[in-house]
């Protein structure tokens, strides 16, 4: 690695799909701002992201680091509506990538270049921007390369084709979770550390790539407002909490399928018990369906969710499919409310008993709510052990250690293998 005036200062080039901000209404945002903030004591992080609308409104809002933040628009060559079958078959052979504008505009992007080649260290957040891993390899071959793994995409595509409904949408994500697969082997094996939220996703990173180099980085989602015990929740109305971006496919169909065959039960078994859906974007289905449940209530975005966290309950995570850790059932954990969650909600975090009950059935799901309503006391002593929990692994100190300990080790091997005449992974 070249020799730097100030190592504390080193330059670090992050590539993501977002920009991050206070207050961004999604989990992957709120993640990439608390690891900005771990590293921005060592390094000069400079930010980019695809210039769409919400990232070129990103870069002007506040931000809480002092990262520069950036969105880089592409060609649009491909964005007819005409070009559509065109850029969807482009989109399924590449797997997990950046769009191709987005890349080549990157790549002809002098300031963006000019950072590269004086970085000590490329990031690469979320799997689909390590797509340009390879061109920058070569931009400049001294630098460490970082990729942040949120989820696996060969498992989403997998979970996804196993649960669809019809024999055309199976083969289509079956396609996707092979194309996935195989740019995520090239990805975790391009790139010199692959980082991760859990133990089960390592198992997964490492059964497609056997050679990456894969840390466990647990998140940090303490924030401002959390309480520093678990108290008794005495709400009235009782109230059961769900958030997350309602645009995403995920939370949409958990939704559909909580309201439609979970919520009947609970609404018959406990009166006054209600439902409140914190989070921006609902589709159409999802709004109706709301208007027709009873006792369900639809915030749409809010700038703050505290105070929906501080008189839930309990926390519902109807999850059927996706990947990688839900930051939703941590954030939960953190605020020390108790969850029912079904498997896919709970994959990677704690333990059965961090839970009120992990299930995958409507019956199931619905039984745990009414039972765990009705005993206020099994409900206090598992918010309780979660919350223990939580804290001790998804700390800000704790995380910040460990983030800055991985990207230490990284140039420091960096430059072990400079001075020895070693060259970095190809």
Request: aromatic share 8%; charged share 20%.
């Amino acid at each position: 690695m070249r020799p730097r005036e100030n190592p504390r200062r080193s330059g670090l080039v992050s590539i993501g799909l977002f920009l991050p901000y206070d207050g961004i209404p999604h989990a992957g945002g709120e993640y990439l701002l608390r690891h900005f903030e771990a590293l921005e004591a060592g390094f000069q992080i400079s930010a980019y992201a695809p210039g769409l609308p919400e990232n070129v409104a990103a870069a002007g809002k506040t931000a809480s680091v002092s990262a520069t933040r950036r969105a880089v628009a592409g060609t649009g060559a491909l964005a007819s509506d005409r070009l559509k079958p065109v850029r969807d078959l482009v989109k399924l052979i590449r797997g997990a990538s950046l769009a191709v504008d987005v890349e080549h505009a990157l790549k002809n992007d002098p300031e963006f270049l000019s950072r590269v080649r004086s970085a000590a260290v490329l990031e690469f957040q979320w799997t689909e921007t390590a797509s340009l891993a390879r061109f920058l390899r070569r931009v400049n071959p001294e630098a460490v390369q970082v990729l942040i793994a949120h989820d696996v995409l060969a498992q989403r595509w997998s979970r996804a084709s196993a649960a669809a409904p019809t024999l055309r949408s199976r083969v289509l994500f079956h396609l996707r979770a092979v194309f996935a697969r195989r740019a995520e082997r090239r990805a975790f094996t391009g790139t010199d550390v692959v980082i991760v939220f859990s133990d089960k996703d390592r198992a997964e990173v490492l059964a497609i790539a056997p050679t990456a180099h894969v840390e466990v980085s647990p998140p940090s989602l303490v924030a401002a407002g959390m309480p520093q015990a678990a108290r008794a929740r005495e709400s009235t109305p009782q109230t059961l909490l769900f958030t997350g971006a309602l645009n995403r496919d995920e939370n949409h169909e958990a939704l559909v399928w909580f309201l439609g065959s979970v919520w009947p039960t609970v609404q018959d078994r406990v009166a006054g018990a209600e439902v409140v859906i914190a989070g921006a974007g609902p589709r159409p289905e999802l709004a109706d369906l709301v208007e027709r449940s009873p006792r369900v209530r639809l915030t749409g975005y809010v700038d703050d969710l505290g105070p929906f966290y501080a008189e839930s309950t309990l926390f519902v995570v109807p999850l059927l499919r996706g990947a990688g850790v839900k930051f939703k059932t941590i954030t939960a954990m953190l605020w020390g409310i108790p969850v029912v969650s079904t498997s896919v909600g709970a994959e990677g975090v704690g333990t059965p008993a961090h839970y009120l009950a992990v299930d995958d059935t409507a019956t199931g799901f619905a039984e745990a709510i009414v039972a765990a309503l009705g005993d206020q006391a099994q409900r206090d002593t598992v918010a309780q052990t979660a919350f223990d929990w939580a804290h001790g692994e998804f700390g800000a100190e704790l995380f910040t250690a460990r983030l800055r300990r991985i990207y230490s080790a990284g140039t420091a091997a960096s430059s072990a293998s400079l001075s020895t005449g070693a060259t970095t992974t190809p």
